[in-house]
Antibody, heavy 122, light 111 residues
Framework: EVQLVQSGAEVKKPGESLKISCKGS????????IGWVRQMPGKGLEWMGI????????RCSPSFQGQVTMSVDKSINTAYLQWSSLKASDTAMFYC???????????????WGQGTMVTVSS | QSVLTQPPSVSGAPGQRVIISCSGS?????????VHWYQQLPGTAPKLLIY???NRPSGVPDRISASKSGTSASLAITGLQAEDEADYYC???????????FGGGTKLTVL
């Protein structure tokens, strides 16, 4: 079965760092772009960026540039999203999703992780 | 404010047909970039409903269809069922932003 499994919910304080994960299985992980999508409480979907596990090529939305870091460890089929200093406004659900077979990474997301809820509160 | 504009809500009775619109511009839908649609049931991750403007992934019923024309796209659901009650999002690429954009989402209520 093709799936993406994300790490569990996190509760952090402002200023703390965080790295969440997204593990792919059932397909050739290195050959599909992985995207990250934010959904703030009660709000819509926001595209954060994409990363290609094969060579770690990354495209980031200007809205999130410098705020988060995307990375992969292709040896364990896992993508990561990390923050160096969280803010209360980072409180949201974060989804990873696989981009359909597409050479430039901007196609549809056909497989989604279950989401990781990040809560930042003092 | 989303780059792609969707109505905040639509509703219909069981068995009826509803259409959800997605309005863009010359830098996204109007530039011939593909449109994709997702369904998000309460408390769950989004699910791909339509890709590349009109194609259904396997498992998506044929009572769900979509089209694109000019700077807009639309999703149609016929034979409404209670299980269709969800949020729906359109997605495309925007050349001005050099990235993917989502519509603001539409809440479908089955009366």
């Amino acid at each position: 079965e093709v799936q993406l499994v994300q790490s569990g919910a996190e509760v952090k304080k402002p200023g703390e760092s965080l790295k969440i994960s997204c593990k792919g299985s059932g397909y050739s992980f290195i050959n599909y772009w992985i995207g990250w999508v934010r959904q703030m409480p009660g709000k819509g979907l926001e595209w954060m960026g994409i990363i290609y596990p094969g060579d770690s090529d990354t495209r980031c939305s200007p809205s999130f540039q410098g705020q988060v870091t995307m990375s992969v460890d292709k040896s364990i089929n896992t993508a990561y999203l990390q923050w160096s200093s969280l803010k209360a406004s980072d409180t949201a659900m974060f989804y990873c999703a696989r981009v359909v077979a597409d050479s430039i990474g901007y196609g549809a997301f056909d497989i989604w992780g279950q989401g990781t809820m990040v809560t930042v509160s003092s | 404010q989303s780059v792609l504009t969707q109505p905040p809500s639509v509703s219909g009775a069981p068995g009826q047909r509803v259409i959800i619109s997605c309005s863009g511009s010359s830098s996204n839908i109007g530039a011939a970039y593909d449109v994709h649609w997702y369904q998000q049931l309460p408390g769950t991750a989004p699910k791909l409903l339509i890709y590349d403007n009109k194609n259904r992934p396997s498992g998506v019923p044929d009572r769900i269809s979509a089209s694109k024309s000019g700077t807009s796209a639309s999703l149609a659901i016929t034979g409404l069922q209670a299980e269709d009650e969800a949020d729906y999002y359109c997605q495309s690429y925007d050349s001005s932003l050099s990235g993917v954009v989502f519509g603001g989402g539409t809440k479908l209520t089955v009366l």
